[in-house]
């Protein structure tokens, strides 16, 4: 009796001992279980990468200008044989080595008066930080590009405000500064106020009634890309006077840069801001046509 008595107790404790083992391997698995998804958890991206940009290709940089566009800003060029004329009109392409990620061109004309250029660039920016896309990159490059040359702020310049806020850090002192740049343009166009040609069909910048010193110093524009600004700047050299105008704007992912220069023989004839600046603000608002699609 003692025997049979002994079997049902060893079986209940045998099988208390199994429930007993069988919830704490439960209890165990739970607590593992909690700390797999948690890792699990960590290792899933926390945030979808950036998006890539608008553009993947740019444009054949010296055949996007319009003849007309060329002949205005290079006057006197009909006035070459036809085929020197052709040659100009054609420009000269940039040398780059990865016609994807950047091109340019640059057109010249010399005549007895002096000289001017244009000179185009397109740059497509790729982030290569998964946490930055290449809209933001440009946006930074174009903010390095505007405090370099020293482009007054929204707050410091009473311009309208552009498309986003330009980088507040100082840059370097260069003979691009706004100071000396609208000391200048106060100089020289204090006494004249040429009046822009332009020739029908020809893009041209917004007229304005009349511009002052303060209309035309270096400044941000609100009506180019998505962030725009514009550099105007008067130099002296043994062979002559010239004036330098830059334009930079953004479009999506694509930065492009603007520059036209006017070589004066005489030293004591200036080339004026008022129609360089309108005839430049023109190329770039065909140029930012190209990329509204």
Known sequence: MQRKAYAPVAALAAAMLTVGLASGCSSGSGTAGSGDDAKSGDASPSATAAQPGKYQS???PCGNIDRKTLRTMLPGVDDQSEQDAEKTYAGQPALTYDTDRRVGCRWSLETPDGTRHIAVDYERVVSYD??????????????????AADIPTDSSSGNPPS???VNGSAGSSTPQNRGASAQLLAEDDAD????????PGVP??????TKNAADLAPRLLDDLGDDAFLNDRL???DSGVHRD???VFRSSNVLVTVGYDQWAADKHETPGSEDLQSKARGLAHELAGHFSD
């Not at 998964?130 to 405090?147: F, G, M």
């Not at 041209?204 to 009634?209: I, K, M, T, Y």
């Open 58 to 60: 740019l444009p054949e």
């Open 130 to 147: 998964p946490a930055v896309s290449d809209d933001d990159r440009a946006r930074q490059l174009y903010e390095a590009r505007a405090s």
């Open 163 to 165: 498309h986003s806020a």
């Open 192 to 199: 004249t106020s040429p009046t822009p040609t332009t020739t």
């Open 204 to 209: 041209s910048a917004p007229a304005s009634p």
């Open 235 to 237: 130099a002296t050299a």
């Open 245 to 247: 105008i830059t334009i």
